[in-house]
């Protein structure tokens, strides 16, 4: 099976070629840029092979996308339909493809795909209840309980939002531009001491989390962890079980398996 996975999120979008199920390339770059968007899409497109019982010369893959961002979902969409005519099949509540797991929410269609697609990726993979936080723009944990039933989660600021609140609502705090590991747990001035605070508030955040989701359980969920911040605080996060990167690809390949597995067995 091939397959062009695209994962649209709110600042970037990262897009993943697996041929014959194996990967090729996993690319991520500024959302925003359309010239970029165009130029990875095709690239990975034009490694798809021709079908061999395609009199016109189509290529044998799909081009699969999740998406929390409409605007690009639809520039996505234009530029497959323009440069490679060809259509983007979009996972979503009442979309091409649907949400891959039970959804124990008040409504699924509010939750972001992107949260779905990681907790789906992590259940396949470890078949028991499991915490799921990613760490990008917002910073989201996620449970998914032992039957594979997405029970919901957590919301709460990412690095850089956190930073820009603490600089727009205060009249003398900078703004850091970049969270990383404190040298110790306090800051000896300002700028060390948001750091340490934004930094220690997601350490503190996961861990607390995984404990209310225990006790909620029964039970400890394996942690798994991915997104663009993730490694920053992974020295400090022994109580997670795995840091895996591009966690909503993955998922995206699972689910369009899953789909199309289910339309085969009917």
Do not use: H
């Amino acid at each position: 099976m091939n397959i062009v996975a695209v994962d649209i999120g709110n600042s970037t979008i990262t897009v993943g070629l697996f041929l014959d199920d194996t990967e090729k390339f996993i690319e991520t770059f500024d959302g925003a840029d359309s010239d970029k968007l165009t130029e990875v899409l095709k690239k990975a497109w034009d490694m798809v092979p021709i079908s061999k019982i395609s009199t016109e010369k189509k290529r044998n893959g799909v081009i699969v996308v999740g998406s929390v961002k409409n605007a690009w979902t639809t520039q996505l969409k234009k530029i497959a339909r323009q440069e490679l005519d060809e259509k983007v099949f979009e996972i979503g509540c009442g979309k091409d493809i649907p949400l891959p797991m039970k959804m124990a929410v008040d409504k699924p269609e509010e939750v972001g795909v992107d949260r779905v697609l990681s907790a789906f990726a992590a259940y396949t993979v470890v078949g028991d209840a499991v915490t799921v936080a990613d760490f990008g723009t917002a910073v989201t944990i996620d449970l998914v309980d032992e039957d594979g039933s997405f029970l919901g989660g957590v919301i709460i600021p990412g690095f850089q939002m956190s930073a820009q609140a603490l600089k727009e609502s205060t009249a003398k705090l900078p703004k850091i531009n970049k969270v990383k590991k404190p040298k110790s747990p306090y800051g000896v001035n300002t700028k060390e001491a948001i750091n340490s605070g934004l930094y220690y508030a997601a350490v503190g955040a996961m861990e607390n989390m995984l404990r209310a989701y225990a006790d909620e359980l029964g039970k400890w969920p394996q942690a798994i962890v991915t997104g663009g911040a993730a490694e920053t605080i992974r020295e400090d996060c022994n109580f997670v079980d795995s840091f895996v990167t591009d966690l909503p690809i993955n998922g995206i390949v699972l689910t369009y398996k899953k789909y199309v597995e289910e339309k085969t067995a009917i």
